[in-house]
């Protein structure tokens, strides 16, 4: 989460946010050094952009562009 969404969800100023949100990812990147992921990791795919005018809409649309894909 951006500090600007922090700041504006918790009501605080910019400057905290952003401190809030430093802390924040210092602390979880010390927990996930402590407890690596272990077995097997399940992925999906998702479909980044919008619809074209007249154009289709999920994965048909020709301005969206396929990532976090796992072939089989």
Known sequence: MSALAL???LGVSY???WLMQQKLMQTMAERDA???LDGPVQTDDAYP???LAGGNAGRGSENKVPF???DG
């Open 7 to 9: 700041k504006r969800l």
């Open 15 to 17: 400057p905290t946010a």
């Open 34 to 36: 402590l407890y690596p």
């Open 49 to 51: 952009g919008g619809e």
């Open 68 to 70: 976090g894909y796992m």
